[in-house]
């Protein structure tokens, strides 16, 4: 299977504390994504970050990249309960139009 | 302002039936188009995708069969459904150079 994996597969957190998730690939990329899901909806994307690039922020999101491990985290910061949901990533695979998704990890935030 | 629209979002079908999923795309011309199924608390499942009218890929080779019409038109279809087929599919499209997926909101489908 080309899918990626991503750790932990579930993470419960107090509101305001950081939720880090880790993500692998198992291809050569040009960009890898992350994505939110709510419950039975469709996903939302958050953040794109390109293969020549190795962080990015956006808001309280903070992204890392490393081709050599083939791996990525997603931080994000100050969590709030509106935070709770599946967030995927998703990797362009090189020379292709296919988008790879890893298996999710389902993030709780506790009031 | 570019939209995505998929239909219907749930369906109970036997087994053995014929199926349709439709998706359309509004607000931008020549989108790369795909369908993805999600089991249960799973991660998203490649299916099929497209990069232009009548082009088709597909990854997972199965009953399962897709169509592009039109431009902006992707139809996902089975002629006969397996138990197996049950679960959440999801339509996306992105720009033709490759960039974020935008998703329809899914259509739910349990064979029984």
């Known amino acids: 299977s080309q899918q990626g994996e991503e750790d932990p597969q579930a993470l419960s957190i107090q509101e305001g504390e950081n939720a880090t998730m880790n993500c692998s690939y198992k291809t050569s990329i040009n960009n890898l994504q992350w994505y939110r899901q709510n419950s039975g909806r469709g996903l939302v994307h958050l953040i794109l970050i390109r293969s020549n690039e190795r962080e990015k922020h956006s808001g309280r999101l903070r992204v890392t990249l490393d081709t050599s491990k083939k791996s990525s985290s997603l931080l994000i910061t100050a969590s709030r309960a509106a935070d709770t949901a599946s967030y995927f990533c998703a990797t362009l695979t090189s020379g292709t139009y296919k988008y790879i998704f890893g298996t999710g990890t389902r993030l709780k935030v506790l009031a | 302002s570019q939209t995505i629209h998929q239909w219907p979002a749930t369906l109970v079908q036997p087994v053995g039936s014929p199926l349709s999923l439709e998706c359309t795309v509004e607000g931008t011309s020549n989108p790369n188009l795909y369908w993805y199924r999600q089991a249960a608390g799973r991660g998203l499942q490649l299916l099929f995708y497209s990069v232009g009218i009548g082009q088709i890929s597909s990854e997972v080779p199965q009953n399962l069969s897709a169509s592009r019409p039109q431009d902006r038109q992707f139809i996902l279809s089975s002629k006969k459904l397996l138990l197996s087929d049950s679960g959440f599919y999801l339509c996306?499209?992105?720009?033709?150079?490759?960039?974020?997926?935008?998703f329809g909101e899914g259509s739910r489908l349990t064979v029984l």
């Open positions: 996306a499209w992105s720009v033709p150079g490759g960039g974020e997926l935008f």
